[in-house]
Each structure stands twice: as C-alpha cells, then as structure tokens.
C-alpha cells in the first residue's frame, strides 16, 4: 500500500520564523505535490515535482519554496512565516498519468 | 484553465439512503479522481477514473470523458461516509479540484 508521511500532524510557529514542512513517499513516485486547504477555498497546488531537482509552480507559489534533492522526499519551505500562512497543507505523490496519494495533512499555525 | 463544478455542494441523507454526486469539467482532462475527505482532515484515494466506469463495493463512479462529465454514486449510505468529496482533474501533471460535496448521513 502507497504511504506518504507528512512530518508533523500539528504545527506552532510564530511569524517571521522559517518553516519547514516535510514529505516522504516510499513508493518510488516521479511526482510531488504541495497543496494547503483553506475553508471556502478548496485545495490550492503550491508547487508540484516531477522529478529530483525538477521543481513547477502551482497556483499559489508566494511565500513559499520547495526543495527535492531524493526522489522520495518533498519539502515545503515558508522563507517567513507569515498569519496568513496558517492553513492546513497537504502532500501528494503519483506516478505520472496515474492517481494521486496523500499524506494525512499538517495543520500549520501561525502566531 | 480547466474548470471543475461539482453539484450538490450539500447533501443530507437518512442512513441506507442512494445519492449521486456530479463532477464537471471544462476541458478535456486525462487523470481524474475522486476523493473522500473523512472528518479528521485525511484525503481517501476513491476512484482514478478518466473514463469508463468502476465499482469499489457500495460506491461506484462513471466518467464520460466526451461530455465532460463524472458521477459519484453512494449506495445504503452509512454514518461512515458522512465528510466532503471531491473530484480532482487534470490535463497533466498540475490537478485542479472542485469545491466539493459535503456530505451528512443522519443515523
């Protein structure tokens, strides 16, 4: 069965800290996601991989970056951290042309 | 970009009631899929299915790719599948998700 394991369930930070958020896959998958989900919003894709060092920007890159230096880890930074950063983020991985799998989310919050 | 509606946005049902949750899209896509999103926040894989149509148990989904078009059908709903479900689409490798349906079973 796909596992992707996001770092953290729960997340306190304050403003103007770096933040890092990571995702692991153990499914050997050539794509990676980053969404957060806002209430109203829906699911918002931050960036997206699709291989090592290979990096795209989502809808919604300001304020972040991305890192993917091994094929099965993905990481989301927020250079400063910022309130309106608070928000749940949710990691994906497929293989391409196939189904997206998703790690169980990491609620973010932001002083 | 792709466009993606999903009806209703809202749905209570009495428990082992039948319902069908519609999925639009604008564009021609070539991944489609549907999710369950459980109350503790977790995103279930439920169906990849860019065309055709498949069934896992009590659920089952039909896309018709040339009317831009999929269905969610949920059968002798239970108390479990209460949650919001959504229909992800993409033409590559970028997904766009609708805004869900928000689904209630009263027992």
């Known amino acids: 069965d796909v596992k992707v394991t996001q770092s953290s369930r729960y997340l306190v930070k304050r403003t103007g800290e770096k933040v890092f958020l990571e995702c692991v896959q153990d499914?050997?998958?050539?794509?990676m996601f980053w969404y957060r989900q806002d209430p109203g919003l829906g699911l918002r894709l931050i960036y997206f991989?699709?291989?090592?060092?290979?990096?795209e920007k989502g809808d919604i890159p300001e304020g972040y970056s991305v890192s993917r230096e091994k094929k099965e880890r993905f990481s989301l930074i927020l250079e400063s951290a910022s309130t309106n950063q608070t928000s749940m983020y949710l990691c994906?991985?497929?293989?391409?042309?196939?189904?997206?799998?998703f790690g169980d989310g990491t609620r973010l919050s932001i002083l | 970009g792709i466009q993606v509606e999903q009806s209703p946005p809202d749905l209570i049902l009495q428990e082992g009631a039948n319902s069908t949750l519609r999925c639009n899209f604008s564009?021609?896509?070539?991944?489609l899929q549907w999710f369950h999103q459980n109350p503790w926040g977790q995103l279930i894989n439920l169906f990849y299915i860019p065309s055709g149509t498949k069934q896992n148990g009590r659920l089952s989904a039909t896309t018709v790719a040339t009317e831009r078009y999929s269905l969610l059908y949920i059968s002798s709903s239970q108390t479990t599948d209460s949650g919001v479900y959504f229909c992800a689409v993409s033409g590559t490798y970028k997904y766009i998700f609708g805004t869900g349906t928000r689904l209630k079973v009263l027992a």
């Open positions: 564009d021609s896509v070539n991944n």
């Open positions: 499914m050997d998958h050539e794509n």
């Open positions: 991989s699709y291989d090592v060092k290979m990096k």
């Open positions: 994906a991985s497929s293989f391409v042309g196939s189904s997206q799998h």
